[in-house]
């Protein structure tokens, strides 16, 4: 990956000692190593998130083809069609019914004619009675 030899690794380890020392080398190669791992979890992650999101556009390309193979969207746009016409015979059906239930506002036979009883206002009440609530008895009190 960075073509490092072994000689190389040699001269930086020995670096390293002369300018840290031989009590913080082993702490500070443990904190390499795991910034090392950090970094390579990062780069595995960012890589496999790409690699999902790659398979999930080459997925989806394949699906919307195979609708388009199968004429699903011919399908889908004459359920369309059907749905429309069927709405308009339906409000042209409900305007017809309301049509024909709504009474003639002329009518000769009911121009003047009284209600029907049944049809008529109900009578007030004759006298009302205010009715006063019944004394409560009090709550005794126990020493």
């Given at each position: 990956?960075?073509?490092?030899?072994?000689?190389?690794?040699?001269?930086?380890?020995?670096?390293?000692?002369l300018v840290l020392g031989?009590?913080?080398?082993?702490?500070?190669?443990?904190?390499?190593?795991?910034?090392?791992?950090?970094?390579?979890?990062?780069?595995?992650?960012?890589?496999?998130?790409?690699?999902?999101?790659?398979?999930?556009?080459?997925?989806?390309?394949?699906?919307?083809?195979?609708?388009?193979?199968?004429?699903?969207?011919?399908?889908?746009?004459?359920?369309?069609?059907?749905?429309?016409?069927?709405?308009?015979?339906?409000?042209?059906?409900?305007?017809?019914?309301?049509?024909?239930?709504?009474?003639?506002?002329?009518?000769?036979?009911?121009?003047?004619?009284?209600?029907?009883?049944?049809?008529?206002?109900?009578?007030?009440?004759?006298?009302?009675?205010?009715?006063?609530?019944?004394?409560?008895?009090?709550?005794?009190?126990?020493?």
């Amino acid at each position: 990956m960075f073509d490092i030899g072994f000689f190389e690794l040699v001269v930086v380890a020995v670096v390293a000692l002369l300018v840290l020392g031989p009590e913080r080398l082993p702490h500070a190669v443990r904190m390499a190593g795991a910034f090392m791992g950090k970094a390579r979890r990062m780069m595995m992650n960012v890589r496999d998130e790409f690699e999902r999101e790659v398979q999930l556009s080459e997925m989806q390309q394949r699906i919307k083809e195979q609708l388009e193979k199968a004429g699903l969207e011919d399908a889908r746009k004459a359920l369309e069609d059907t749905k429309k016409s069927i709405e308009e015979t339906h409000s042209i059906l409900a305007q017809d019914v309301a049509a024909r239930s709504a009474p003639p506002a002329d009518d000769p036979d009911t121009r003047h004619s009284e209600p029907s009883p049944e049809n008529a206002a109900p009578a007030a009440p004759a006298e009302t009675f205010a009715i006063e609530p019944e004394p409560q008895p009090e709550p005794s009190k126990r020493p």
